[in-house]
């Protein structure tokens, strides 16, 4: 299963939806996740791929808006997390960053 | 109806186990934050809390007794003692058989439970200590209070999680003011800096790393805390019949429910709680010289109780002196309104307003006087204690000065 169906599936579990709702252009806020389903959601991302996203609550409350995720890409830029494809992304490069090279 | 007055503190924090103690640490913003030294931490990303540092329960209780305490327990009952103690209380029977015996507690004895489950699960014990039940029931620390002192009357445990304490003390206050009961031993216990309770609060991803600085702009989140405080609250004729010292008089408690988030504060909620409370004691907003807040630290709740404080006050809020005591005691969950309803009344009892410690820089969303780092010679009338808990549950006092 591709990285963006595992995040999708475990969205959409936290926020008792459809997986087939989920696009990567989804936004989160539109789904009408609050802060708490947020973390919900990061502890889900961190278990299921054995990975730490250093995420605080209130960055959580503003994620759902406009937020960033504090993990920063190559370039050293904020990573945004309002779309699923965002959060995917964010899996995608903390996945990459435990392989060593 | 009674008036009601304050004639025993008795205390175990992060910064002293004695009222005196507790008082100059908060005076001189004396932090009791700082390494955690009382369980392991390899497996913890928060490496600090407000810990008890100087409380040997072998001083206080005998083995055996010992034996049947939870740590959350231990404090309850020694904070017990040292009220009565200080009330210059003599707790005769006539009292005693009528006496209410109410304590706050968020959790209940998270070490036992924590070492329990270790033990079970962790190491494959096949049976666990015959004591387990009797030290972990959250009903612990007031059962064994009223053991201690011989306490007979109404008797019982209020967990409102982060308003347990003031919950207790708003319950007793409204027991000796009826006439219900003649004297009440009221306040809050905690003790659950475990690695299981840790790893809980991590996973809510509120907490701070290096310190708590509440109001602050460059606030980081919450530390936990630990500790006890309990009051001895008597009718104020009793009071000055006997010649009891008086630390302040007790004038109102408000209560009220957000039914919304369960856990973001919610300043409509929190607002309705302080204004029920002003009602309660016949005071009006700009009365009120002085709030001990909740201030736990985080960002949503400094901006949040901020928002309530405006909401609550009006105009007259720009005229509050506010402190958090947290930077210096940590968050002590069930016991943090117990705590700070000490610090309170010592307020009104010194006319001298304690600081919110570790205090960097103002944040635009948190605009009132915080009274930073430095304690303030103030007068001091009356004052509010206010704590908001998880699940929306908000409990205020006020009080006056005797």
Redesign the interface.
């Known amino acids: 299963m591709a990285i963006i169906d595992d995040v999708r599936a475990i969205i959409a579990k936290s926020l008792n939806i459809p997986a087939e709702r989920l696009t990567p252009e989804t936004r989160l806020d539109e789904l009408g996740a609050?802060?708490?389903d947020v973390?919900e959601i990061?502890?889900g991302l961190e278990e299921k791929f054995d990975i730490t996203i250093p995420?605080?609550?209130?960055d959580?409350?503003k994620l759902t808006g406009s937020g960033t995720s504090g993990i920063k890409d190559n370039a050293g830029q904020e990573m945004p997390f309002s779309t699923v494809g965002d959060v995917a992304q964010i899996v995608e490069k903390l996945i990459a960053a435990k392989v060593p090279q | 109806m009674n008036r009601v007055v304050v004639t025993g503190i008795g205390v175990v924090s992060p910064i002293g186990s004695t009222s005196e103690k507790f008082w100059s640490g908060l005076v001189e913003a004396r932090s009791g934050i700082g390494p955690i030294t009382t369980i392991p931490t390899e497996r913890l990303n928060t490496k600090i809390a407000a810990e008890v540092r100087d409380f040997d329960p072998a001083q206080h209780f005998d083995p055996k007794r010992q034996g049947l305490l939870d740590r959350f327990a231990q404090f309850a009952v020694v904070a017990a003692r040292a009220a009565v103690q200080d009330a210059k209380l003599e707790l005769i029977e006539e009292i005693a058989q009528q006496a209410a015996t109410i304590v706050g507690n968020g959790a209940g004895g998270m070490n036992t439970l924590d070492d329990s489950f270790w033990r079970l699960y962790g190491q494959n014990a096949t049976r666990a200590h015959p004591l387990t039940i009797p030290r972990l029931m959250a009903n612990a620390a007031c059962s064994q209070v009223s053991m201690d002192l011989g306490l007979k009357g109404p008797t019982f445990t209020i967990a409102s999680a982060c308003s347990s304490g003031t919950h207790a003390i708003g319950q007793a206050f409204q027991m000796v003011r009826s006439g219900q009961v003649p004297l009440a031993l009221a306040g809050g216990t905690e003790a659950c800096i475990t690695v299981g309770t840790i790893k809980g609060w991590e996973?809510?991803?509120?907490m701070s790393t290096d310190t708590c600085r509440p109001f602050s702009r460059t606030r980081t989140?919450l530390v936990l805390g630990e500790g006890a405080a309990m009051f001895v609250l008597e009718p104020r004729e009793r009071a000055m019949a006997r010649g009891a010292p008086i630390y302040a008089e007790l004038l109102g408690f408000g209560m009220s429910a957000d039914a919304n988030?369960?856990?973001?504060i919610d300043p409509d909620g929190a607002a309705r709680a302080m204004r029920s409370a002003l009602a309660d004691a016949k005071v009006n907003g700009e009365d009120i010289d002085y709030v001990n807040a909740h201030g736990t630290g985080?960002?949503?709740n400094d901006k949040g109780e901020t928002a309530a404080l405006h909401k609550a006050f009006g105009a007259s809020a720009e005229h509050l002196a506010v402190s958090s005591s947290k930077g210096v005691l940590g968050h002590s969950l069930g016991a943090a309104g117990a705590l700070e309803f000490a610090a309170t009344a010592l307020t009104l009892h010194h006319q001298i307003i304690p600081p919110t410690a570790n205090f960097e820089e103002a944040d635009p969303d948190c605009d009132l006087d915080y009274v930073p780092n430095t304690a303030r010679n103030a007068p001091v009338l009356t004052a509010m204690s206010s704590s908001f808990a998880f699940g929306g549950l908000n409990a205020v006092l006020v009080l006056g000065r005797a």
């Open positions: 609050e802060s708490l973390i990061v502890f995420l605080k609550a209130d959580a409350s | 996973a809510l991803r509120v989140g988030d369960i856990t973001a985080t960002a949503l």
